[in-house]
């Protein structure tokens, strides 16, 4: 179970897009090539965002680190 958390926590956003990116293909070829094309946007904003939120926790755990850090050697 925890082999299974932890890849999901890693691949969520890949996982994701490419459900997205299934619903997209499925609506376009269903007539609907509008609501396709929309939903096909999705992707790679869900991508993006992913790397945002990843960004910042780095950012977030860079600076915490740094901060322990100088108090150690204090």
């Known amino acids: 179970m925890e082999k299974v958390k932890f890849y999901w926590k890693l691949y969520y956003p890949v996982i994701l897009s490419f459900l997205s990116f299934l619903y997209s293909v499925t609506l376009w070829f269903s ?25 910042r926790r780095n950012d977030y755990y860079r600076a915490l680190a740094a901060s322990r850090t100088k108090k150690r050697r204090k």
């Not at 007539?31 to 960004?55: D, N």
């Open 31 to 55: 007539g609907y090539q509008l609501e396709g094309i929309f939903v096909g946007i999705w992707v790679p904003s869900i991508l993006a965002m992913a790397i945002c939120i990843r960004q």
